[in-house]
């Protein structure tokens, strides 16, 4: 899906590197400030729900875009550069996890003694391989399979047992 952005302006952040920010809009969840670096190909993005959108009283016209625009800088997160706004309703640090944080939460036990999500999605795999389901019917029959054999699914235990 390709979108146009609502504003895009060269600005200087931090270490007065020059950067490219856009805001793009994805109204009705809110908008993405993504800012570019043309030098080193790095990029960073800043994602603002709708509910702080307005709550910072902003609008999608072009002066209440510049003053999200020059609200914009980069400060430093625990190591890791991260975009930020001085407009206080808006909630700044919002850092995705890299590779090693997704990668330790699909490796780890959902419960002590259970599988990992990688495990109970090879298992899923491998029977949707038996089955040979086409087109989106493999997406919706792995999705109820994937219901039925959740390792966190609640159990109800009767008294008789």
Not at 75 to 97: A, C, W
Request: aromatic letters at 6%; a negative charge.
């Amino acid at each position: 899906m390709n979108k146009t952005a609502l504003i895009t302006v060269g600005k200087k952040l931090k270490g007065n590197d020059l950067y490219l920010l856009s805001v793009f809009d994805l109204e009705p969840s809110g908008v993405i400030v993504h800012a570019y670096n043309q030098v080193d190909s790095k990029e960073y993005q800043l994602n603002i729900s709708e509910y702080e959108f307005s709550k910072a009283r902003l609008k999608r016209n072009s002066e209440e875009l510049n003053r999200l625009i020059d609200s914009i800088d980069l400060i430093e997160k625990d190591g890791h550069l991260v975009l930020y706004t001085s407009i206080d309703d808006i909630s700044n640090i919002k850092i995705k996890p890299g590779v090693e944080g997704i990668d330790k939460f699909l490796s780890a036990e959902i419960k002590p003694g259970s599988e990992s999500v990688n495990e109970v999605l090879v298992r899923g795999l491998v029977e949707l391989c038996k089955v040979k389901p086409v087109g989106l019917d493999a997406v919706s029959w792995l999705g109820e399979w994937l219901l039925a054999n959740n390792p966190s699914k609640p159990r109800v235990e009767d008294e008789d047992e």
